[in-house]
């Protein structure tokens, strides 16, 4: 009969540690002996998840029939596979977005929305090659790039809750908002050939700028955020 | 009140999945089905082929455990299986995700090792009363046809030589509905949070107790020994939540700390006059407010065992499964198709689930067998399987003057089980552990 010296309960003879906080069992009059008998077994049941795999391969498999069918339509009215790789681009997009995930057994942030975005370049390329067209270089990729880092910071931000307070969160959303109608701005602006010289997206711009600063500095002041709960408090 | 002949057979084909049941099938994730598992040690090694005859004149007498889940249109439904599973050797973890796929569509296990025969149930089918009526009818089978034990049977061990009865496979909750409502809402509570284990270990620590000695105590106090159990509990999660900041006053953590609630499981058919095997259980969360300040033992044990008292009624526990009865008759919800209403339970559990309670303690109660099995029996377990997002539970059955309480854990830190047992021994009651976790 052994207890275990840290937590004073009574130990089965099986035991080697206490179960509690996994001190070792030291009974110099019954020192510990493997157990003929355990009281639980020792097969072990093995299991992985159910996998999410098995219904991205069945949805996979459903979509073949729209790329089936477009594809052979396009063949016997054209005699040639034009138009239908628009749908087979799209359906392709849909795979990566929403069903390449599921074979994972995490969600990687970071990665998948690089994925997604790689993806949506794809697209647009085949789009201009079978439409024509010099666009996808000069506005597609730039767009792609600041739209992913755009997504990838809202992820970020909101990911780890407890990191900032929601002020400095929105604060930075927004400026970030502001940066990228910028952005967007400056890419036409290249694109078209126009003269670096903003219009628009200062309208976008300044009042998200203004509103961050004003968040931030709510943040920053305890008596302004208490002013402000005292007149607007709901309960 | 629909009344039912207790004499009246049941002709099951299919059955439709009970109020209760049918969170489960939505809820059930690739990593986790909810499972609970009763278990009976014998004196003698278990001889399988005996087990597979009793097996097969067990799930004949049970028909509601020989089903398969289906989904119709509108909701999900159980259709009879014939024949019976394979019998499984029993392993170091239990409880371990069903795949539904597997084992003929059976959603019941029955488990062998050494002495022990196991039974693991998936909810949807029945709860931890049916589940050890059906396990104990099991037994006692097993028992007559290994030793021809004549074994007096009951409404809880049943004669398999009988047909099923239509009140053994009714579903309580569609006749016992009243009219009531009551509000859902309540605040979350704290929650244990711990390293996760992988899905597929879990750790189980097992106490034994002596009845007499944990029920003079509570006797002493005025409470049942399953308000003096929460109690223990109660403390025990009280003092991890406070251990999560250590270091720091009471006063800088008043705002941060949340109520600790225990959640039990309430039989039902203590209140109604059935027999069902199916699922006829509700569930009182009870629990103390920790801002309020420091609760010592005797507030905890009183505060336990006045809300145990309003809460544990027929009226209130009718309106509280009523609730959810009349919720489902729904017009537009019943229109709506199976696949979308899944979406929507699993996400209602999700955001309520069991977030209203930090952790489970289900009392299976004192287990009395007749003179002819007793002598044959040597222990009976019980064990909840992990819940959704409470990753420890606590289940007990006494049986022989021994209470043997059983938590199961899928996180790496044992902090509960410790904090619950040491506050036992440091009331002075003696606990004898073992564990799985040598495995």
């Not at chain 1, 078209?192 to 968040?215: Q, R």
Request: glycine content about 4%.
């Amino acid at each position: 009969m052994s207890y275990c010296v840290n937590c004073g309960v009574e130990l089965a003879e099986t035991e080697k540690n206490c179960p509690l906080c996994d001190t070792e069992v030291i009974n110099p009059r019954s020192p510990w002996q493997e157990p003929i008998d355990s009281p639980y077994p020792t097969a072990y049941e093995v299991a992985v998840p159910l996998n999410k795999s098995k219904v991205a391969t069945f949805v996979s498999f459903l979509l073949l029939i729209p790329i089936l069918v477009t594809l052979l339509s396009n063949l016997i009215a054209n005699g040639e596979i034009s138009w239908s790789l628009y749908v087979v681009g799209a359906i392709a997009l849909v795979f990566v977005v929403f069903l390449f995930p599921m074979y994972f057994k995490k969600f990687y942030t970071a990665r998948f929305i690089f994925i997604d975005y790689l993806a949506l370049f794809g697209y647009l390329a085949l789009i201009q090659y079978l439409a024509g067209g010099k666009w996808v270089m000069s506005i597609g990729l730039p767009l792609c790039i600041s739209s992913c880092g755009f997504t990838w910071l809202f992820f970020a931000l909101f990911r780890h809750p407890k990191s900032t307070t929601i002020l400095v969160r929105l604060a930075i959303m927004l400026i970030s908002l502001g940066v990228y109608v910028m952005a967007i701005e400056l890419t036409l602006l290249e694109h078209f050939g126009n003269p670096f010289e903003l219009h628009w997206s200062y309208y976008a711009l300044i009042p998200c700028a203004a509103l961050a600063m004003a968040l931030l500095f709510l943040d920053s002041r305890k008596d302004v955020k208490e002013a402000l709960h005292k007149r607007m408090f709901l309960k | 009140m629909k009344v039912i002949d207790s004499s009246e057979k049941a002709n099951v084909k299919w059955l439709k999945v009970d109020n209760a049941g049918k969170i489960y099938p939505a809820a059930r994730r690739g990593d986790w089905t909810a499972l609970f598992r009763v278990s009976a040690t014998l004196n003698e090694p278990i001889d399988v082929d005996i087990l597979e005859q009793a097996q097969r004149t067990t799930l004949k007498r049970f028909p509601q455990f020989s089903l398969k889940l289906k989904s119709g249109l509108f909701w999900p439904y159980l259709e009879i299986i014939h024949g019976s599973p394979e019998l499984q050797i029993d392993v170091a973890n239990p409880c371990v995700r069903m795949d539904l796929s597997e084992n003929k569509g059976f959603m019941l296990r029955v488990r062998y090792y050494n002495k022990t025969i196991a039974l693991e149930v998936f909810h949807v089918l029945s709860d931890g009363s049916g589940g050890m009526s059906f396990l104990l009818t099991l037994v006692a089978e097993y028992l007559r046809l290994k030793y021809g034990a004549d074994i007096p049977r009951d409404n809880n061990i049943l004669n398999c030589a009988d047909e099923p009865k239509q009140t053994e496979v009714e579903d309580a909750f569609e006749r016992f509905v009243g009219k009531v409502t009551q509000s859902r809402s309540e605040a979350d509570a704290f929650y244990i949070k711990g390293t996760k284990e992988p899905m597929d270990i879990i750790h189980v620590t097992s106490g034994v107790i002596p009845v007499n000695e944990i029920l003079s105590r509570a006797k002493e106090k005025q409470v049942s020994l399953t308000e003096y159990l929460t109690a223990v509990m109660i403390m025990a999660v009280t003092k991890i939540q406070l251990d999560t900041y250590k270091g720091k006053s009471f006063e800088r953590i008043r705002k941060k700390l949340k109520p600790v609630k225990v959640s039990i499981p309430i039989k039902l058919r203590k209140f109604y006059p059935t027999n069902t095997k199916r699922i006829f259980a509700s569930y009182v969360n009870i629990g103390i407010e920790p801002r309020l300040g420091a609760f010592t033992f005797n507030e905890v044990l009183k505060a336990v065992h006045h809300q145990m008292g309003v809460e544990v009624t027929e009226k209130n526990l009718n309106a509280k499964f009523s609730t959810n009865v009349i919720a489902e008759r729904n017009k537009l919800l019943t229109l709506t198709p199976l696949f979308l209403k899944n979406i929507a339970l699993k996400m209602v559990f999700n955001m309520v689930g069991d977030r209203k309670s930090s952790t489970v303690i289900s009392n299976l109660g004192n287990i009395v067998l007749p003179e002819e099995m007793q002598k044959y029996v040597d222990r009976i377990d019980f064990l909840v399987g992990p819940l959704s997002r409470n990753r420890v539970t606590c289940a007990v059955a006494s049986y022989k003057g021994k209470l043997v309480v059983n938590f199961i854990r899928t996180i790496k830190e044992s902090m509960l089980e410790r904090e619950f047992f040491t506050y036992l021994v440091k009331l002075g009651i003696p606990v004898k552990l073992s564990s799985n976790s040598g495995y």
